[in-house]
């Protein structure tokens, strides 16, 4: 099976390079960010295109820092100055929400929970539990207070971000309902440039959010069934059935090239679920790393 597994590409202007968990970025004359998404993780250019596809389709409500998507495994866009926060928004009592209210917290991020929830119940109206963005280690909750009086972001910048928040999970939840799906939770990163707040990274991916399927919702609550997710927790469920919780000292299982196949399978469907557009595969002969190499040099020189 071909899979793209790390990228080592020398484009004019090139100042610097990060290979991260699933991508890699490549800095341009400290003005932009080529990103290529890489198949360690994420599922060969299937959360590209997601991600591509919500962030033109919310431009109306931010700006983001996406400038062009030359390959379906690439991203260039503008460098921003990222905030030192991620802002999780929450429909649904669910997840990591969910087993924090289980254990007693009512209060999650300063916001207050009602009592006498139950699991993947809806929420009055979205909450949002923001989290830092943590260099190393894991990140951690935070509230809105915290975050102001900690100056990690102004006042002034942080209630606008909190109303990006919203209209962005409202314009998601509408474009999934279309889909047959429920947008239960997602986060959302953001920065500036010069003075503009920029919407960042990737938005409603399986990868950074989570769905339910509309119509089996409300017979599986009533019956207190687990919800069918989209999202890419049988990737962790695998992960720790096969020993793996990201603990020190633990080595990462090995895919085998079927488990391999069977993700790769599994993102097309969500891919296909959440845009409501076939997925098109690259030919079994196309040499990615030269293709994605002409494209993106093709449009440098733009």
């Known amino acids: 099976m071909k899979a793209l597994t790390k990228t080592d590409y020398q484009f004019p202007g090139l100042t610097k390079v990060y290979h991260g968990k699933v991508r890699d970025c490549y800095f341009i004359n400290d003005e932009y960010m080529v990103m290529v998404a890489t198949d360690r993780i994420s ?9 591509a596809m919500f962030l033109d389709a919310t431009a ?26 991620e802002m999780i928004i929450r429909g649904y009592l669910t997840g990591s929400s969910w087993r924090t209210y289980k254990s007693g917290q009512h209060t999650i991020c300063g916001v207050q929970i009602p009592d006498g929830m ?6 009055a109206e979205p909450i949002i ?26 006042e002034s910048d942080y209630v606008q971000i909190e109303d990006i ?18 947008l239960v939770d ?62 020190e000292g633990q080595q990462v299982p090995e895919m085998t090239p079927e488990y391999v196949n069977s993700v ?13 557009h076939k997925f098109e595969k690259a030919p079994e002969s196309e040499d990615l790393v030269k293709r994605i190499e002409k494209n993106v040099m093709n449009y440098l020189k733009l």
């Not at 923001?130 to 972001?153: C, F, M, N, Q, Y």
């Not at 314009?171 to 799906?181: D, S, W, Y």
């Not at 097309?268 to 679920?273: C, F, P, Q």
């Open 264 to 276: 790769s399978e599994r993102y097309i469907e969500l891919y296909e679920k959440v845009t409501g």
């Open 60 to 85: 109306d409500i931010v700006p983001n820092w996406k400038l062009a998507s030359p390959d379906p495994m690439v991203t260039v866009g503008r460098l921003c100055k990222p905030f030192p926060i």
């Open 186 to 247: 997602t986060k959302y990163e953001f920065g500036k440039i010069g003075d503009q707040i920029v919407l960042m990274d990737e938005i409603h991916t399986p990868d950074s959010s989570r769905y339910f399927i509309a119509d089996q919702y409300e017979e599986r609550f009533a019956k207190g069934e687990p919800q069918v997710q989209l999202s890419k927790e049988f990737v962790r469920e695998w992960l720790m059935a096969n020993g793996f919780q990201g603990k």
């Open 129 to 154: 539990t923001p989290t830092t963005k943590a260099e190393e280690g894991h990140d951690e909750d935070i509230s809105r207070e915290e975050i102001i009086s900690r100056g990690l972001i102004s």
């Open 165 to 182: 928040t919203r209209k962005l999970f409202q314009r998601g939840t509408e474009i999934a309902a279309k889909q047959g799906l429920i």
């Open 118 to 123: 139950k699991e993947h119940q809806r929420f």
């Open 43 to 51: 599922a060969f250019d299937v959360i590209n295109q997601i991600a």
